[in-house]
């Protein structure tokens, strides 16, 4: 049915910086598709563009279904998990060190478009915000910066 070809799609129109042809595309994965784990993708991209429109109701419920719908070990369960915990509050050492991973290997990778998000898509107004809240919780800035110098390299 291609449902995982338009969420390819939405993936890489998100990270190009165009969340409004990306919502297209997971909208269109998830009319065509029966496949839950499809259905679970394009839900964790509609909540990030979501989070971008600062509708943070709907941010929330596109990552619970992302959460219901993926294989927990899956990296979009898992980074849904961590920005549903944000959202909901729960600022905890482990989801404000992935956030800062996230932001700090998006932009290692070259992919700019998609690094200027990251705050966004955790709740936060700004990089500076989201910095701050993660040195509140006790996030290890250099241990971060080791983990991306590691295994975030320009595409």
Known sequence: DYGDAWVNLCHARYDLGEPEAAAADCEQATTI???PSVK???????????SQRHDMNAARAGYRTAIDLLPPKWSAAKQATARLAVLEGNQTQKALHRALYDLDCYRARGVGARARYVAREFGFDSDSELRSAAR????????????????????
Not at 40 to 50: C, F, K, S
């Open 136 to 155: 509140r919780a006790g996030v290890d800035e250099q241990k971060v910066a080791g983990r991306v110098a590691g295994y975030c390299t320009p595409e």
């Open 33 to 35: 598709t029966h496949e």
């Open 40 to 50: 679970g993708e394009a839900a964790y991209y509609l909540a990030l563009i979501a």
